[in-house]
């Protein structure tokens, strides 16, 4: 596939500047990528911290191995799915991906961490996998959803419109260690690294959850706020 021509106006970097806070922001959003284009790689990819790539058509993310010091991706509105992982980016602190295709948390999730383990700001509104009133989830999905995505990154701040708070965060580490996961593996089906390491969606993994959390329902009464 040949690069797309990319309009000048759009590319929001100044060159030669690095040392420029604008010189580090690339958008690239509203531009009917289906990929990042090799050239835009290869010329911004040194110093690029700040990346928009909303609204295209993207669906895979390997490119962004180039990008050695982004802190923030903006990926919104992308036909994105649980199949598309990031590659290391330890430096990332913010990603956006609401509005993409993600129906499955595992094992996005868990690789997700391991390619971006200092994330502090998540959003991942408007996916499937992100159970809301806007897409039929009922609010103990959502607490659920939210709670085993805190606990799977220490350092979350601010997950989807809300900040991540002390409570929710000690909520999410006393459900979702190890022990009580392995409760939900039934004698001779398979070990707890099965469960992990399958697609599996988020309402199929709820409905495993429902007679555990039943009893150990979270008092939600401040978790939300």
């Given at each position: 596939?040949?690069?797309?021509?990319?309009?000048?106006?759009?590319?929001?970097v100044?060159?030669?500047q690095?040392?420029?806070?604008?010189?580090?922001?690339?958008?690239?959003?509203?531009?009917?990528?289906y990929?990042?284009?090799?050239?835009?790689?290869?010329?911004?990819?040194?110093?690029?911290?700040?990346?928009?790539?909303s609204?295209?058509?993207?669906?895979?993310?390997?490119?962004?191995v180039?990008?050695?010091?982004?802190?923030?991706?903006?990926?919104?509105?992308?036909?994105?799915?649980?199949?598309?992982?990031?590659?290391?980016?330890?430096?990332?602190?913010?990603?956006?991906?609401?509005?993409?295709?993600?129906?499955?948390?595992?094992?996005?999730v868990?690789?997700?961490?391991?390619?971006?383990?200092?994330l502090?700001?998540l959003?991942?509104?408007?996916?499937?996998?992100?159970?809301?009133?806007?897409?039929?989830?009922t609010?103990?999905?959502?607490?659920?959803y939210?709670?085993?995505?805190?606990?799977?990154?220490?350092?979350?701040?601010?997950?989807?419109d809300?900040k991540?708070?002390?409570?929710?965060?000690?909520?999410?580490?006393?459900?979702?260690?190890?022990?009580?996961?392995?409760?939900?593996?039934?004698?001779g089906?398979?070990?707890?690294?099965?469960?992990?390491?399958?697609?599996?969606?988020?309402s199929?993994?709820?409905?495993?959850?429902?007679?555990?959390l039943?009893?150990?329902?979270?008092?939600?009464?401040?978790l939300?706020?």
């Amino acid at each position: 596939m040949t690069d797309p021509t990319i309009p000048p106006e759009v590319i929001k970097v100044t060159e030669g500047q690095p040392d420029n806070d604008d010189s580090t922001k690339l958008t690239l959003a509203y531009e009917n990528l289906y990929e990042l284009p090799r050239t835009i790689v290869e010329r911004f990819s040194d110093y690029i911290k700040y990346l928009d790539i909303s609204h295209n058509k993207i669906t895979c993310l390997d490119a962004l191995v180039h990008f050695k010091h982004l802190t923030s991706l903006i990926a919104d509105h992308n036909p994105i799915t649980e199949n598309c992982f990031l590659p290391p980016l330890p430096k990332l602190d913010l990603l956006w991906l609401n509005h993409c295709k993600i129906s499955s948390l595992f094992p996005w999730v868990s690789k997700l961490k391991e390619s971006c383990p200092n994330l502090q700001h998540l959003c991942l509104m408007g996916n499937p996998a992100a159970p809301s009133y806007f897409n039929g989830g009922t609010f103990y999905e959502y607490l659920q959803y939210r709670l085993f995505v805190i606990s799977q990154f220490p350092s979350l701040n601010h997950l989807d419109d809300r900040k991540v708070t002390e409570d929710q965060r000690a909520e999410a580490q006393r459900l979702y260690k190890r022990p009580f996961f392995e409760r939900i593996i039934k004698p001779g089906s398979g070990s707890f690294s099965q469960l992990v390491h399958s697609s599996v969606t988020w309402s199929g993994f709820q409905n495993k959850l429902t007679t555990l959390l039943g009893k150990d329902k979270p008092n939600d009464r401040n978790l939300m706020i």
